[in-house]
């Protein structure tokens, strides 16, 4: 069964730092592009970065700078750490499974596996 389980989230003040961990099981996440999404409340599902398997990484213009997407596929894991934190970054942040293996998206509809989410709240 394929699963991704997130963590890492949290209630950090404006400045601060996350590191963000999506854990996969079920399949080898060096097969797959893989990607990084946020939902804010009352917005819809945004794209923040992907990873691909030869080293090839994107990110959204919001999050060019400050966000960085990392993979250790030996360990089954993706990350994205997150630097200089500000309110405009709260939101719950999901993992996304690549549904073609090799195809990077920025569209939530071209991922078939999500996991459940992690909080990040920004607030003083």
């Known amino acids: 069964e394929v699963q991704l389980v997130e963590s890492g989230g949290g209630l950090v003040q404006p400045g601060g730092s996350l590191r963000l961990s999506c854990a996969a099981s079920?399949?080898?996440?060096?097969?797959?592009?893989m990607g990084w999404f946020r939902q804010a409340p009352g917005k819809e599902r945004e794209w923040v970065a992907y990873?691909?398997?030869?080293?090839?990484?994107a990110y959204a213009d919001s999050a060019k700078g400050r966000f960085t997407i990392s993979r250790d596929d030996a360990e089954n894991t993706l990350h994205l750490q997150i630097a200089d934190l500000k309110p405009e970054d709260t939101a719950v942040y999901y993992c996304?499974?690549?549904?073609?293996?090799?195809?990077?998206?920025?569209?939530?509809?071209?991922?078939?596996?999500w996991g459940q989410g992690t909080q990040v709240t920004v607030s003083s």
């Open positions: 996304a499974r690549a549904r073609i293996k090799w195809v990077c998206s920025r569209r939530p509809d071209d991922h078939d596996y």
């Open positions: 990873a691909d398997r030869i080293g090839t990484k």
């Open positions: 079920g399949f080898t996440l060096g097969d797959y592009c």
